[in-house]
């Protein structure tokens, strides 16, 4: 299903699996949320950001797990973005990862890259790592409460559903096609540069 204008389709993996081992996507894609944010107004380093994972069901081999709270056999996104809904950082796990451990390895992996980052709006299933998040990142870990029985778009967490259906669009992005993790994490990577290029051109 590649496109007929694009090199031949073991070239393309090539560059792609480069650019995934030397953080190449990565790169791109702070460099683009860059640009999207000062197009917004927005300062570099967002002062506040978003919290959460999603379960995806896998068809390939690898590392996969039970999410019995989703009751999805797969893998798990877990996701930190900004009030813009676009992507700060990504780590991909086995489903049966729980939250509050997934949500430390994104922490981890963004520690202090972001000065201005002082807020983390994030759900109730984190409520355990509030003091570490405090510790890693120097922020506060507000918790997001859901209201019981009733279907309400909860302050600033709806950010972070709209990212997930951003995902949603991408073919690739539907179920976890990949192997490995640090794979899935970099078509992650593509699909919001992809975003941010569109959103970039219409300017």
């Not at 520690?111 to 922020?139: H, K, Q, V």
């Amino acid at each position: 299903m590649m496109p007929l204008d694009l090199p031949p389709w073991s070239t393309c993996y090539d560059y792609f699996r480069k650019w995934r081992n030397d953080g190449t996507w990565e790169r791109l894609n702070q460099r683009l949320r860059t640009q999207v944010r000062h197009q917004t107004k927005k300062k570099k380093s967002p002062s506040a950001a978003i919290l959460d994972s999603q379960s995806v069901k896998t068809t390939e081999g690898g590392v996969r797990g039970h999410d019995v709270h989703k009751n999805v056999t797969g893998r798990k996104r877990h996701i930190l973005v900004d009030t813009l809904g676009l992507l700060l950082a990504v780590v991909v796990t086995a489903a049966s990862v729980q939250d509050p451990q997934g949500g430390q390895l994104v922490l981890e992996k963004v520690g202090l890259r972001f000065p201005r980052l002082r807020l983390i709006w994030a759900d109730g299933i984190y409520r355990s790592i509030i003091e570490w998040a405090r510790r890693t990142c120097l922020a506060v870990l507000a918790i997001v409460q859901r209201t019981p029985k009733t279907f309400v778009k909860l302050p600033h967490r709806w950010i972070v559903e709209r990212t997930f259906a951003w995902f949603g669009r991408y073919r690739r992005l539907s179920k976890d096609y990949e192997r490995q993790c640090q794979t899935s994490e970099a078509v992650i990577y593509v699909a919001m540069i992809h975003l941010m290029l569109r959103r970039l051109g219409r300017t």
